[in-house]
């Protein structure tokens, strides 16, 4: 009950950001990229999304309560990767909201509702594009939420506050999101002066200037609404296995 109204005021959230959008406010635009690397992109986050369907039916036939968290992960990304600064021409800053739902249901799941949430913001809202959601996918709903994912259990093998993990997870996954991106852009745009590695510094540059304060703010939120997800929904968290069961 808690997780439905949680997901009611995110997605009113969403709504009310909705008119502020610009047609220039996106993740990489479509036709920005030459279509080798659209197809490359594509090819390389289809076997990920193959293994977040299983994973998501698995998790389901297990457990169907959790259903809710599931929305409410995919929500919240849907929400946060719409706030937008514009950055580099062709693409954006913006929050991504993947770090909660790869601690909740592992990075394979979160591909998965990280590309539907892509496939909703590109026909939509006119963020990001079709041709370029195999590209956007796999930094934002591969990269970010694999990244976000080992952290927090990194965390957790080291023992450290569950508050600083769940930080850690979500502005790392964030910053290294961007990385990606950095790199996608670079290999489709290499510079004319030091290629490939010279491209991707100076795409890396532009976008830590609005990224890093972005990373930060996302991973306060994170803990604020894994904070309340703990006190609020703990019986699905423990099913989940992402909270030990209390004796």
């Given at each position: 009950m808690h997780s439905r109204i949680l997901v009611l005021l995110l997605l009113f959230t969403c709504f009310m950001i909705f008119p502020q959008q610009n047609a220039w406010a996106m993740h990489i635009m479509e036709g920005f990229l030459p279509l080798k690397w659209c197809l490359f992109w594509y090819a390389l986050t289809l076997p990920f999304l193959v293994a977040g369907i299983l994973s998501?039916?698995?998790?389901?036939?297990?457990?169907?309560?959790?259903k809710m968290l599931l929305g409410l992960a995919g929500a919240f990304a849907f929400v946060?990767?719409?706030?937008?600064?514009?950055?580099?021409t062709g693409s954006c800053s913006h929050p991504t909201g993947v770090g909660l739902g790869a601690i909740l249901f592992g990075p394979w799941a979160m591909s998965v509702l990280g590309c539907i949430v892509l496939l909703f913001q590109a026909v939509l809202l006119a963020h990001g594009?079709?041709?370029?959601?195999?590209?956007?996918t796999f930094s934002m709903a591969v990269v970010g939420p694999l990244a976000a994912y080992v952290i927090y259990r990194l965390g957790e093998r080291l023992a450290l506050p569950r508050w600083l993990s769940v930080f850690l997870a979500a502005f790392l996954g964030d910053l290294?999101?961007?990385?990606?991106t950095s790199?996608?852009?670079a290999l489709a745009f290499p510079?004319?002066?030091?290629?490939?590695?010279a491209a991707m510094i100076k795409f890396m540059g532009i976008f830590a200037v609005t990224q890093v304060p972005l990373a930060i703010s996302e991973g306060i939120l994170t803990i604020i609404v894994f904070n309340f997800l703990?006190?609020?929904?703990?019986?699905?968290?423990?099913?989940?296995?992402?909270?030990?069961?209390e004796v």
């Open positions: 998501i039916q698995k998790t389901v036939k297990v457990d169907p309560g959790v946060l990767s719409a706030l937008k600064l514009p950055s580099v594009g079709l041709t370029t959601l195999g590209a956007n290294l999101t961007y990385v990606t790199i996608q852009l510079a004319s002066h030091g290629g490939v590695v703990v006190a609020h929904n703990r019986h699905e968290l423990e099913q989940l296995r992402v909270l030990s069961r």
